[in-house]
């Protein structure tokens, strides 16, 4: 059954999604699984791709956008609005919604920004997976 961990971001906005998401997606590669990364938007994911290059100068995420020609043979995939190609194991969902292939994935990742239309909609999504009956875990950041 999928697994699915909600990042609760500190309200006062020290911390971006975008980078959360960055520390999250080394940890998984490092671990040696491979990751998709569902954006709310083609803005999002180019933005996302941009920041993954620059994340960490002494570290390399090899990654790709999804409907490029290197996505389905990269470990890390960012897209928005499908699923992606191939197999991967983690889904990072920044996207505000429980998307619908979240299913097939071994972890989902829900990040929970600070400001309160995000924690609605985190909470939405949390009793969602709750009535469900997925295994729910907080990690408070």
Known sequence: MTRID??????NGSSKPEAVTCRITEKAYS???RIF???????QAQNLDQLL???KQDSFLPHALCGTELADDSPIQIGFGSEPNGHCDVLINLSGEVPGFFSRFE?????????DDA???SRDSFRFYK???????????
């Open 37 to 43: 990364i569902h954006t709310k938007s083609r803005e």
């Open 131 to 141: 009535d469900r009956g997925y295994p729910l875990h907080t990690h408070q950041l």
């Open 107 to 115: 972890r989902v990742a829900e990040l929970v920004a600070g400001d």
């Open 31 to 33: 671990q040696g699984h």
């Open 53 to 55: 290059w620059t994340y």
């Open 119 to 121: 924690r609605q909609r």
């Open 6 to 11: 909600f990042y609760v971001l500190p309200e």
